[in-house]
């Protein structure tokens, strides 16, 4: 399952929702030239785990940590298919930017991420370096996402299958 997160402004998300075939709506929009997509690949769940201590498969609500990786509004769907509204973006770029992700990767416990089942099946001792690194990568990566969220005003579609 891949991880994927897209600027996409009310109007958009209004006509997306409205379309009797959300997955294809969305993954047309996705590939439209214009669209600003983020492809997290499948490092989303590692990344929730280590920012909030939990599996994204348990949303926090209220969370911006949380709701950075799996959205505010889940769509009702077969598919994980979720939106934030471009007023709640700010509060997801100060989560972020108050994150110390050298400290959280520092204390960073792959036997942890292996006892709560984390997808992908991935994290273990011998490639703990470089899952730290694509971890930090990742973030940054998704913390200039939102921030140019932010600063272009619109919210965040996220699409994760």
């Known amino acids: 399952m891949l991880g994927v997160y897209m600027l996409a402004?009310?109007?958009?998300?209004?006509?997306?929702?409205?379309?009797?075939?959300?997955?294809?709506?969305?993954?047309?929009?996705?590939?439209?030239?214009?669209?600003i997509a983020y492809d997290i690949d499948k490092l989303w769940d590692g990344l929730h785990f280590l920012l909030t201590g939990v599996s994204a498969q348990e949303t926090i609500e209220n969370d911006p940590l949380s709701e950075a990786i799996v959205g505010t509004k889940i769509f009702d769907c077969e598919d994980f298919i979720a939106y934030t509204y471009?007023?709640?973006?700010?509060?997801?770029?100060d989560a972020l930017n108050k994150a110390d992700i050298e400290v959280l990767i520092e204390s960073m416990d792959l036997s942890k991420f292996r006892k709560a089942k984390i997808y992908?099946?991935?994290?273990?001792?011998?490639?703990?370096?470089?899952?730290?690194?694509?971890?930090?990568?990742?973030f940054l990566n998704l913390k200039a996402f939102y921030e140019n969220a932010l600063n272009s005003q619109t919210g965040v579609l996220v699409s994760i299958y």
Do not use: C, M
């Open 9 to 35: 402004d009310e109007a958009t998300i209004e006509r997306l929702s409205n379309d009797e075939d959300l997955f294809e709506a969305v993954e047309e929009y996705g590939d439209e030239s214009t669209t």
């Open 120 to 138: 992908p099946n991935i994290w273990v001792k011998k490639d703990e370096k470089q899952l730290k690194a694509e971890l930090k990568k990742e």
């Open 86 to 93: 471009p007023n709640h973006i700010k509060d997801i770029v």
